[in-house]
């Protein structure tokens, strides 16, 4: 028998309560949900857009009626919920409807504040919350010239802005100095009042009102300083507080809102309620990111999972002004103990205030340039030590090097069919179209629908940027710090943690000790648990090759037309006729396609059949070569130049010392890609300032240079240090690559590492302390004992993995 769940409020938090549920239990309750409104679950999110003549009513519904009837929901629309009567457990309604619960779900959203002076109450006094004030408005700018607005925070603002499109004069009166207050300090605020005025909006700041005036209808406004102005509408826009009538008039417990522990329980185990209307640790939200947080944890109770809980969110809040970007994030105001980063350009409209104490962001302002919101708000998340790159800290990531990903065109005049993500080809009219037509409100939303900012992840704070202006405003980013993946709320830190302490040696004994929610886990985390336990435990753990992607199952890369590239290794890029002449008959041999140089100085052979593949790599084998792992989270190559043997500016034996880095650290497997250089001179021709790893040789020893990034982001190095002798060399090396080993998320690049953990704490770790450097050396030199076997000699002659390659018997 199916449980019954009612949901009082059909507003965006609620429903989307359902939707998480009806995915994860679709057959678990029958639901019937009351909703005041007669309509079905509409953005509020957009009501701006309406007021200002841009969209319509149908643009912005999440939920249409059609949608309750797919998914078997009974909608109770028009029909406000008076009584909870919880000894019968059952609801009571407008016009005499009632409904039976063994679960209820309140969702009763918030209630906008009406200031409390006299005349509040006229004709033609308003509020901005539902689609009925905005039809109001509509009306009353038909007929109307002269509007006053109460409330200079993003409400207000919008609500202005809405009506001087629809013609109206418009006078926008702030209790304080500061435009919203909440979200910018004063410089931005000004700025953006200066913007507006600019427009055709005009304010009256620091103004307190004292009386609505008027004797059926408002005609004017008097404030407490003495002043008067006429009026025909008056929107109040101060803030809204959370709706507990309901909840009180039943008993439950409230304060400012519906008090609710952390798995979205009121003091009524059966009576949850998420939204507007909690106060959840002594903390109400208003913003969409947090609501649906709670939404998610919520449904996982009500489904009886009984994993997942609410710990509260920081968020940072990034918004769409009237056509101007603004985000802001934790103390952007700060105390005497604080220290501010300000840039301002105010010709071009651009402010930025980040607020630093002891080296770490406490909060940040942005106006007119966003698109770093997304980097600034994960450090100040992270609280990442900032001392290493802080002179470059207001330029954002730019000081990592862009290649026109990172957002130097502003989402907002970028045309439909610009790319925004250069990973997966996604354009910003793909974008805007998933946001309105599948209702996103999310970052991860996007991701999963559209691919963008899925990959490297630079073109985040563009999507970000587009998310903001295409819902119009209150787009905000919840700052827990995210799961592995959607089977677990570990995160990658928990999980590396949790195996190194409890020495698990498995993925299933990994599961089973952090109660993961798939039994089999999925593509992102199963081989991410497969790379942390090779890591941890070389001697114990057995790599588990149905946990690793496609080309690192064929040791080879797959093309686009399905067929293989091949990439015999080259030690320091150097070769020989003898490894020419081999790599010439496999190719005329096996009918290949292609052969290529490559920038890491070895070859590519292009087009091989995956059943040709142990075949090829016996005769690379029989010239003695290895594999390239050019297909692997693994070290790719070390280049290097000629050095002092052959070139007149060479100052070390580059090639041989980049020759035995490679033979020291083949075949260990990262959490990413990993590439190295050895350049014999500060000419550096084998460019390592852009490497994983790099090495200039200088008259008096070695620079030592981490952290490069070549790629769709460019990123220098930065140097850790001097050493005298290539012994040195070959320890700070394996010492650098363990301690990135066993340090970084699983796909995660030294560059993005090292901004994460901070160049400091890497030399902390090896360069001040020695004993912890050797001991790090010491692991590594361990682990490879177990990593440097030939993947293709073991495939090739010793019939390792053999079923990967046999084609499939065909049926004809």
């Known amino acids: 028998m199916r449980e019954k769940l009612v949901l009082v409020g059909n507003g965006m938090a609620g429903v989307r309560t359902l939707e998480e549920l009806l995915k994860i239990a679709p057959d678990k309750y029958d639901i019937t949900v009351f909703g005041a409104e007669p309509y079905g679950n509409y953005n509020r999110i957009l009501l701006s857009p309406v007021l200002a003549g841009e969209k319509t009513i149908d643009d912005i519904m999440l939920n249409d009626e059609q949608w309750y009837k797919d998914n078997n929901i009974s909608l109770i629309a028009g029909k406000e919920v008076t009584e909870i009567d919880r000894i019968k457990r059952k609801v009571y309604a407008t016009a005499g409807v009632a409904a039976e619960y063994d679960r209820l779900l309140l969702a009763t959203g918030s209630n906008p504040f009406i200031i409390p002076v006299p005349g509040n109450d006229l004709a033609g006094v308003i509020s901005f919350r539902d689609i009925n004030d905005v039809n109001s408005m509509l009306d009353s700018a038909k007929t109307y010239k002269h509007a006053v607005v109460i409330g200079g925070g993003l409400l207000g603002l919008e609500a ?87 909840a009180e008039k039943a008993g439950l417990y409230c304060e400012r809102g519906v008090i609710v522990n952390d798995t979205m329980q009121t003091y009524d185990p059966r009576i949850y309620s998420v939204g507007e209307c909690v106060q959840h640790r002594g903390v109400a939200y208003g913003l969409v990111a947090p609501l649906f947080e709670q939404a998610k944890v ?133 974008i805007t179209k998933a946001i309105t037509s599948k209702g996103l409100f999310t970052l991860d939303d996007v991701r999963a629908h559209t691919k963008a900012s899925s990959s490297c992840g630079s073109c985040t704070g563009l999507v970000e940027q587009i998310l903001a202006s295409t819902l119009g405003g209150d787009y905000s980013v919840a700052s827990h710090v995210k799961p592995l993946c959607k089977c677990t709320e570990h995160t990658h830190d928990e999980v590396q943690t949790a195996i190194k ?120 084998n029989s010239a003695g070569m290895v594999s390239g792992h050019a297909y692997g989270k693994a070290l790719r190559t070390v280049k290097t130049c000629v050095g002092k043997e052959w070139c007149r500016f060479g100052t070390q034996d580059s090639t041989a010392l980049g020759i035995e880095l490679e033979r020291v650290t083949w075949g260990s497997w990262m959490p990413h890609k990993f590439k190295m250089a050895v350049s014999g001179c500060p000419r550096n021709c084998a460019e390592a300032t852009i490497k994983d790893f790099g090495v200039v040789c ?115």
């Not at 081989?527 to 080879?556: G, K, M």
């Open 501 to 620: 302490q409890q020495k698990l040696t498995s993925i299933r004994s990994v599961m089973d000790y952090m109660d993961w929610k798939s039994p089999d886990g999925c593509a992102s985390c199963r081989p991410a648990l497969n790379y942390y336990l090779i890591a941890f435990w070389p001697e114990q753990a057995q790599d588990d090759p149905q946990s690793r992607f496609i080309n690192e199952r064929a040791h080879a890369n797959i093309q686009k037309d399905g067929t293989f590239s091949v990439v015999p290794r080259m030690w320091g890029g150097v070769t020989t006729p003898n490894e020419l002449r081999a790599i010439a008959d496999v190719y005329e041999k096996f009918k290949l396609k292609e052969m290529k140089v490559t920038g890491g100085q070895r070859i590519d052979l292009f087009g091989a059949k995956k059943h040709d593949l142990p075949a090829i790599w016996a005769d690379l």
């Open 298 to 430: 919520c449904a996982n109770h009500l489904a009886r999972l009984g994993y997942s809980r609410y710990e509260g969110s920081v968020t940072s809040t990034k918004l769409k002004v009237t056509g101007i970007d603004l985000f802001s994030a934790g103390d952007f105001l700060g105390d005497q103990d604080c220290e501010n980063i300000v840039m301002k350009d105010a010709a071009r409209g651009v402010y930025k205030r980040i607020v630093v104490k002891n080296n770490r962001i406490k909060g940040a302002v942005l106006y007119g340039d966003t698109v770093d919101g997304a980097w600034y708000f994960q450090l100040l998340r992270d609280q990442t030590d900032v001392s290493d790159f802080r002179q470059q800290l207001m330029f954002g990531q730019a000081h990592l090097g862009d290649s026109g990903h990172g957002g130097q065109n502003a989402a907002a005049v970028m045309s439909d069919d610009m790319e925004v993500c250069g990973c997966n080809g996604v354009c910003k009219g793909e």
């Open 698 to 812: 200088v008259d008096s020893g070695y620079e030592l240079h981490v952290g490069g990034n070549g790629g769709v982001k460019v990123r220098a190095t930065d140097l850790l240090c001097k050493v005298s002798s290539e012994a040195d060399v070959i320890e700070y090396c394996a010492a650098y690559t363990q301690l990135y080993r066993e340090n970084a998320h699983y796909l995660e690049r030294t560059a993005p590492w090292l901004e994460r953990v901070g160049l400091s704490y890497v030399k902390q770790q090896i360069v001040e302390n020695s004993e912890n450097r050797k001991e790090l050396h010491k692991r590594f030199m361990m682990s490879q004992q177990y990593s440097q076997k030939d993947p293709w000699a073991e495939r090739a002659t010793e019939g390792v993995q053999q079923h990967e390659f046999t084609p499939l018997k065909q049926v004809i």
């Open 160 to 246: 202005a802005n809405g009506l001087m499109k629809q013609g109206m004069h418009v006078t926008v009166v702030h209790l304080h100095n500061t435009l919203m207050e909440r979200q910018l300090d004063s410089v931005a605020g000004s700025m953006l009042q200066k913007s507006l005025e600019d427009r055709g909006l005009k304010f009256l700041m620091a103004s307190s009102t004292e009386a609505i005036l008027g004797d059926s209808r408002v005609k004017g406004v008097r404030f407490k300083d003495g002043l008067e102005i006429a009026t025909d509408l008056v929107v109040m826009a101060v803030g809204i507080r959370p709706n507990k009538t309901l």
